[in-house]
T-cell receptor, first 113, second 115 residues
Framework: DSGVTQTPKHLITATGQRVTLRCSPR?????VYWYQQSLDQGLQFLIQ???????AKGNILERFSAQQFPDLHSELNLSSLELGDSALYFC????????????FGPGTRLTVT | GENVEQHPSTLSVQEGDSAVIKCTYS??????FPWYKQELGKRPQLIID?????GEKKDQRIAVTLNKTAKHFSLHITETQPEDSAVYFC??????????????FGKGTLLTVNP
């Protein structure tokens, strides 16, 4: 157990819908990272938050957004969902002050039908 | 941006043999190179990492080598065991201080160790 929690574990929804994925980092970690994992694209970095502020951005679609709250939990919002958004979404956390190990949560498997 | 290529995509070895996975990166300013292992249905976990100021790092049966000139790094697993079977991801990042930091991952290598 990494100490990072993600909810829900599984999510099935229809095209065009909007969903919210939630992540709670390890105690004491200030940085949260979101990744999308699909079979053909591997692990794709989406976005990083540090202590409530966006710090780094990857290939995140405009339909996706994220935020980190004062209690440091983070939410990833996915809207106007398409079939191609079906994937495993991981969040990870670390203290955020350097290139140290990222501790991954168990992931949320999103299926868009 | 950074691009990381990883080879091979699948690797099958006999128990006790060595396994080598290679990655190349494009950004010459990248200075941190971790390797993550992901067992089936589980989360990725860091197994070893190397910073650009060293050329090699070992941890028991696992070693990583870095060639900055050629912009490639490799994972070496000796005396492989069935529990080494997993997907291995290399990654690279350019860290220049502060709190912004992102990893670019390779597409992964599925390692199968046959008993």
């Amino acid at each position: 157990d990494s100490g990072v929690t993600q909810t829900p574990k599984h999510l099935i929804t229809a095209t065009g819908q909007r969903v919210t994925l939630r992540c709670s980092p390890r105690s004491g970690d200030l940085s949260v990272y979101w990744y999308q994992q699909s079979l053909d694209q591997g692990l794709q970095f989406l976005i990083q938050y540090y202590n409530g502020e966006e710090r780094a951005k990857g290939n995140i679609l405009e339909r996706f957004s994220a935020q980190q709250f004062p209690d440091l939990h983070s939410e990833l919002n996915l809207s106007s969902l398409e079939l191609g958004d079906s994937a495993l979404y991981f969040c990870a956390s670390n203290p955020g002050t350097g290139p140290y190990e990222q501790y991954f949560g168990p992931g949320t498997r999103l299926t868009v039908t | 941006g950074e691009n990381v290529e990883q080879h091979p995509s699948t690797l099958s070895v006999q128990e006790g043999d060595s396994a080598v996975i290679k990655c190349t990166y494009s950004d010459s300013a990248s200075n941190y190179f971790p390797w993550y292992k992901q067992e089936l249905g589980k989360r990725p976990q860091l197994i070893i990492d190397i910073r650009s100021n060293v050329g090699e790092k070992k941890d028991q049966r696992i070693a990583v080598t870095l060639n900055k000139t050629a912009k490639h790094f490799s994972l070496h697993i000796t005396e492989t065991q069935p529990e080494d079977s997993a997907v291995y991801f290399c990654a690279a990042s350019r860290y220049s201080g502060g709190s912004n930091y992102k990893l670019t991952f390779g597409k992964g290598t599925l390692l199968t160790v046959n008993p």
